[in-house]
């Protein structure tokens, strides 16, 4: 088998800046002369540092050919000959290196070459705030796709664009803020790949590039599609009193995955259709009624995927509140969860795969307080013992009434012209 070794190296000074740390490392390699195996050796540093690609391949070719020959007696006898076989294994390897040391060249041993042995600094770019997301799981959420060229929302009437930019945007913006995934941009690749490329320039500093060939792969995609949004209010004005209200029209309908890019497999899918009324939301036909929509649905879809995937945990008692390891916007003060035990796991009995742990509800809470990483709730109904208990959302407590059915009073049996009955 032949070798065919294939190595990109930048043989510069590469200072070391705020991003970039220098490792040190031991390598060696052969060469048929010294520059061979001292270049051979830069190639294993960087490989020991970066990784390499290899691919192998084998080509067999059989060339036929038919030798005829005849014998003393007369008669005629043929030899078929078939011959021709090649492989081949090539390694690519690409990084940057700052500086290094020959510690010892000499001969290989095997009858001809070099031994080359050399200490080799090479710049590793280290991502800002990459310690803090070490252990996060790494998740894009892809821009909303649409289904229709145009959509209203409160009167206005908005882009399939401008839909899947506001709507991208949200659903981003609140998984961002439960710090519970490292967030990967798909929906800015233009401006990176710009600056990529800017980078990549001549006029740059080489340490300057140990940025590039660092981006990162998704472990989980958040895939959308809406299928309506046609959210909006109407007016009635009541024929006996002249009262006027407002009434909730249309609904959202999103479709949402979660997909693991590697396999393709979809974790998670759901449906959401809503409301403004089950939002939440009084829609006056302004432009910040309209952004609340978003934001609304956004936090929405947000909440559901967590929920799926890596939903929140009570991590501490702190006298006479919990502490629960998400915060920002997602867990506001008044929304209550429901709090519920872990038990034992439990196994399909037909394909022996795991369905997940057991949950005993055993409190609801309401959230007090909020702060960025973390949020602090009361147990107004059960009891927690311990930490490690998940929380799940309880959808009819957190469902907020309409306006209108807050002034009803005592009125709530009773359907007049002025209600949406």
Not at 248 to 257: F, I, K, P, S
Request: glycine share 10%; hydrophobic share 40%; charged share 25%.
């Amino acid at each position: 088998m032949r070798g065919l070794l294939l190595v990109f190296l930048s043989l510069f000074s590469v200072a070391a800046f705020a991003a970039t740390e220098i490792r040190t490392v031991s390598a060696e390699a052969t060469g048929i002369d010294r520059e061979q195996a001292v270049y051979n050796a830069l190639g294993e540093a960087v490989r020991q540092v970066r990784g390499a690609q290899i691919s192998a391949s084998r080509q067999v070719r059989s060339a036929l050919t038919r030798v005829s020959q005849r014998t003393g007696d007369g008669r005629e006898s043929s030899t078929t000959i078939s011959s021709g076989q090649k492989s081949e294994t090539r390694v690519a390897s690409n990084g940057l290196i700052s500086g290094y040391r020959i510690l010892s060249v000499t001969d290989s041993g095997d009858g001809g070459g070099k031994l080359a042995r050399l200490e080799v600094d090479v710049p590793v770019y280290k991502a800002p705030g990459s310690s803090a997301q070490d252990n996060r799981w790494r998740m894009a959420v892809y821009p909303v796709e649409t289904a229709r060229s145009r959509y209203t929302v409160d009167r206005h009437s908005l882009s399939a664009e401008e839909v899947s930019g506001r709507f991208t945007h949200s659903i981003s913006d609140a998984l961002a803020q439960s710090r519970r995934f490292a967030l990967l941009a798909r929906d800015s690749e233009s401006a990176i790949f710009d600056e990529r490329h800017r980078m990549a320039g001549e006029d740059v500093p080489v340490s300057e590039k140990a940025m590039l060939g660092n981006t990162l792969g998704a472990e989980y995609l958040v895939v959308t599609r809406v299928s309506d949004l046609s959210l909006g209010s109407e007016q009635l004005i009541s024929s006996l009193t002249g009262e006027k209200s407002t009434i909730a029209t249309g609904a959202a309908v999103l479709e949402v995955r979660v997909v693991v890019p590697a396999t393709g497999g979809i974790v998670w899918s759901q449906t959401l259709n809503t409301t403004s009324s089950e939002l939440g939301l009084a829609l006056d036909g302004t432009s910040h009624s309209v952004q609340k929509v978003f934001d609304r649905i956004g936090r929405e879809v947000a909440l559901r995927v967590i929920d799926a995937v890596w939903p929140p945990l009570v991590e501490k008692q702190q006298g006479e509140e919990l502490v629960i390891n998400m915060g920002g916007d997602l867990l506001a003060p008044g929304d209550t969860w429901e709090v519920f035990a872990l038990g034992d796991a439990v196994r399909n009995s037909h394909t022996g795969g795991g369905l997940g742990r057991t949950e005993t509800r055993i409190a609801t809470v309401e959230i007090t307080r909020s702060s960025p990483k973390i949020a602090y709730a009361e147990v107004i109904d059960g009891s927690v013992e311990g930490v490690g208990h998940v929380l799940r959302r309880n959808a009819q407590a957190s469902a907020k009434k309409s306006p209108a059915e807050a002034i009803r009073g005592t009125r709530t049996r009773t359907c007049l012209p002025i209600d949406p009955c």
